[in-house]
């Protein structure tokens, strides 16, 4: 990644991750002196998963799903809406999440003028996107807000 830096082209690191779309319940009733356990299912409403791409510090598009992040999926949001939002040039990082791999999805990156790369196997750690996800939650939690609340103006 350095080599690219040090040529002046943008990283571009790329990462889905899942909301839950009610808040997690953090008080419960039982007896005095008993443990509260949790076996009621409360028909919660799912998830909404996010597909995002982070440049630096800069949230550059993040895009929300009510249903599972799979190829189809991901390359529509990646030709619809991150192709049209990346500078010229740009160094496309993302996990290898067997989605991320598909021939036609990789080729209409590399075909707009951008590298791909594809970060080491278990390495989570290496993607700044996921400190991202982490801070979204964090603050979704602090200010009791709804998913699309939360990504409505992309302040975190």
Known sequence: MATYEAAGRAIVYIDESGFAQDAPRTHG?????????????????????????????????????????????FHGWSVQDLLPKLPSHAVVVMNNATFHKRQDTQEAIQN?????????????????????????????????????????????
């Open 29 to 73: 009733y039982a007896p005095a002196g008993q443990r509260c356990h949790d076996t009621h299912d409360w028909h919660g409403p799912g998830r909404i998963n996010v597909i995002g791409a982070l440049i630096g510090k800069l949230l550059v598009t993040a895009s929300l799903f009510a249903l599972n992040i799979n190829a189809d999926v």
């Open 112 to 156: 707009a003028g951008h590298t791909l790369e594809y970060l080491s196997a278990y390495s989570p750690d290496l993607n700044p996107i996921e400190h991202k996800w982490a801070q979204a939650k964090a603050l979704r939690k602090q200010q009791n807000q709804t998913v699309e609340m939360l990504f409505k103006s992309y302040t975190f």
